[in-house]
């Protein structure tokens, strides 16, 4: 079975510094991963995604995330973290031709100015 | 591109009465669409998962007489919660997964839609 961990429940960081929203999983196979935010009320979107190739992914607004295979990890990070940033991040894996999506339990980020 | 639009947003009902929350596609067809349910500070729980076409299939411990789904288009799924109750107050989100180009595979959410049963 897949699942999704994301240890902390809540990290705080002060602008300007640099930021990790961390995230582990498990699954059979070679995982397609995924990060997700979302602002208040609002639905969630799309950061970036590991499917294949550098282990190094670039995505949306500066943020980035490593696959690391060994350690089974996919770590969000950006180098200087802004006070919009503060939102929830959902760590998410899927298996190549998997249907379903699974979501880890999210990390609220609080960027403190 | 690929943009998924949920209506409404926002909807308060009384209590018995039902709702009906769109979830549409705008530029990419989706022939599995997801419904999720998401709690104040928790995670999203996923509900059902929407197959054009065909029956949904529900999660365990989700009632699918309550929570009605349809997908009779490849771009239009719809979420009908039946005979509502203040339990069931509570965001409702959609996931379209594109079905072809260069996008697929891919997941887009709408922007939720927020229950208030009264």
Redesign the interface.
Known sequence: AQSVAQPEDQVNVAEGNPLTVKCTYSVSGNPYLFWYVQYPNRGLQFLLKYITGDNLVKGSYGFEAEFNKSQTSFHLKKPSALVSDSALYFCAVRVPYGQNFVFGPGTRLSVLP | GAV?S?HPSRVICKSGTSVKIECRSLDFQAT?M?WYRQFP????M?MA?SNEGSKATYEQGVEKDKFLINHASLTLSTLTVTSAHPEDSS?Y?C?A?VSSGSKA????????S?LTVL
Not at chain 2, 41 to 44: A, G, I, M, N, V
């Open positions: 998924v949920q599995t997801f500070k928790k995670s999203l996923l998962t965001f989100i996931s997964r595979g891919e997941l887009f959410f709408g922007e939720g927020r």
